[in-house]
């Protein structure tokens, strides 16, 4: 495989929530693939969602700083799947940011090989 590049933006707040989620819209240019997800930064974790949020029942998610056999027990099911790949490394770009400015980024576009 090549390498590729993830367009990653921040496209909203999720209304209503006690804590605050945010929206990112992710974009793999060089092939057309794209989705979104929702950041919960209360918990580390990032779900795979709609346009406005929603979050489906049997969707992807990536979760940050939970022990190693515990993200391998709740991540092996989406380690083949090519969304799922781009979906880690976008997330990984919005965590990374996070940790280092203490605030969701506007904007974390990513390359992976």
Sequence with gaps: MGVASIAVRLVGRVPGKADEGFVYSWLVPDDGRHGW?????????????????????????VRFGMPEEESL?????????????????????????????GEPPRQAHRTFH
């Design 73 to 101: 027990r709740r991540h092996t099911r989406w380690e083949g799947d090519r969304e799922w790949r781009v979906m880690v490394t976008a997330a990984y770009g919005v965590w990374k940011q996070f940790q280092e400015h």
């Design 37 to 61: 997800m929702l950041f919960d930064p209360a918990e580390g974790a990032f779900r795979e969602c709609g346009a406005a949020g929603t979050v489906p029942e049997d969707g992807m998610e």
